[in-house]
């Protein structure tokens, strides 16, 4: 005839958690030890964590599917890339690349001396930085077309000491170069220009792996540099590399710490002050610092399991502990109300399979609720925002399986959309630059790093 009553659900549950409930009361030092135990079995996995890390931006907070990589690969198809005949136009990323901006003081010229003299003594600094002791350098790194290192051209042409300079277009060698992408505040009468009052210079290196961890190095000591030169007399620099999002992303993801650290304190004082009783018998301090502790058992054992069995760490997880605790001490409360709503005069045992008999809908309820609120965006495939959900739900699971009074429910594995955009998000291959990646740099003496 099927279920048509309204307790089909909660009625097997209610008995079945009635006898783990009076399975607890009876034999309490197992539940205490065992999840003991193995937590500290399953907190080894944290020496894997650097190995794990992956902080990514692009995999992390874009679509794996989404349009703009199938994109991408759509115009690495089409339009194929030689690596030894290097064109800005054609790169399928950003790449590797080093840029700055020169910005004259007092709205001066600031191609003509004494500003573009220190852009040049500034220009000669960069090309001169070295890794490796000194074996490998700019002209070693650097990315090349017909065996030259591409050079900043807008350098070459005010030295060359041509009468007149067009713009935005301006012929060099019998080439035409167009000169409206490093040239700003520009001054022009009939084409021809008159002054400028910044200028954009980049450093494009070579993007192969095996000049990788080299030409890393190489934007390190960049950065190294113009931190030390932005004091400059005639010119205000700004400069920005193609590791500066990543870095960006890296450095601020753990500023939000200390305050989590004060919510979890405010939260476990909030717990600890609501069991408080001037009653010894009734008095539930006890109750509530276990309950905190169950969720940092949680924490540690899921954490840990995941990382045993290598699936990737990301940064974002970082603030899953306050959720867990969150979830944690609420159903920690709803056990403390159910536990005093019993007879004291009753033994533990008892107490306890009708505190879990109460208790289990009310937590069955907030759990499904919590799946659901994970499962948001689930049909939107990323690589790693994911593992987000992941954590949670695992370290759910955890800490309702380490005999801290709350039932087992299986952890759901669900997808969080990124929100950032991809890094090719056109088809046309000119817009696939890094020269589109530039304008979130600032015009003066601030640095991006």
Not at 62 to 80: D, L, Q, Y
Not at 326 to 348: A, R, Y
Not at 352 to 377: G, R
Request: charged share 20%; aromatic share 10%.
């Amino acid at each position: 005839m099927g279920c048509r009553r309204t307790d089909c659900l909660s009625k097997p549950l209610s008995g079945l958690f009635e006898k783990l409930g009076s399975l607890v009361g009876s034999w309490p030092l197992y539940f205490f030890v065992i999840p003991l135990v193995l937590t500290a079995a399953l907190s080894g996995g944290f020496a894997f964590l650097k190995d794990r890390e992956d902080n990514d931006f692009e995999r992390q907070y874009t679509p794996k599917k989404g349009p703009s990589k199938a994109t991408r690969e759509f115009v690495k198809e089409n339009f194929p890339y030689n690596d030894s005949m290097f064109s800005e136009e054609r790169l399928y990323d950003p790449g590797n690349f080093a840029s700055l901006i020169a910005v004259s003081t007092n709205n001066l010229n600031v191609l003509a001396d004494p500003a573009f003299e220190e852009i040049l003594r500034l220009n000669n600094k960069i090309l001169n930085i070295t890794v490796y002791d000194g074996t490998l350098g700019f002209n070693d790194l650097c990315a090349k077309a017909y065996g030259e290192c591409v050079s900043n051209i807008i350098l070459d042409i005010v030295r060359s000491n041509e009468s007149s300079i067009t713009y935005p277009v301006h012929t060099y060698r019998s080439s035409p170069v167009f000169l409206g992408s490093v040239l700003g505040g520009v001054h022009a009468v009939n084409n021809s220009l008159i002054s400028a009052k910044a200028v954009k210079l980049f450093y494009y290196l070579d993007d192969t792996e095996s000049k990788a961890n080299a030409s890393r190095l190489w934007l390190r000591g960049f950065k190294k540099l113009l931190s030390e030169e932005l004091d400059k007399e005639h010119i205000d620099v700004s400069y920005y590399t193609s590791k500066s999002k990543q870095e960006e992303i890296d450095s601020h993801t753990t500023d939000g710490f200390p305050l989590f650290l004060i919510t979890y304190a405010c939260a476990i004082t909030f717990s600890l002050i609501s069991c408080l009783r001037f009653d010894n018998v009734r008095n539930k301090v006890w109750v509530a610092v276990f309950g905190v502790l169950s969720a940092g058992l949680a924490v540690l054992s899921s954490f840990g399991l995941l990382l045993y069995i290598g699936v990737p760490f990301v940064i974002t997880v970082a603030n899953s502990p306050f959720l867990i605790l969150g979830i944690g001490l609420n159903n920690m409360f709803v056990m403390v109300s159910d536990w005093q709503h019993t007879n004291v005069k009753e033994p533990v045992s008892k107490r306890m399979a009708h505190s879990y008999k109460d208790a289990v809908m009310p937590i069955t309820i907030t759990a499904l609720t919590d799946v659901l609120k994970f499962s948001i965006d689930i049909n939107i495939s990323s690589k790693h925002p994911w593992m987000h959900q992941l954590n949670v739900g695992c370290s759910r699971k955890s800490r309702r399986s380490s005999g801290s009074n709350f039932p087992s429910f299986p952890p759901v594995a669900a997808v969080h959309a990124g929100g950032l955009p991809t890094l090719s998000p056109s088809v046309t291959p000119v817009i696939l630059t890094p020269s589109s990646f530039q304008d979130e740099m600032p015009l003066g003496p601030h640095s991006v790093t």
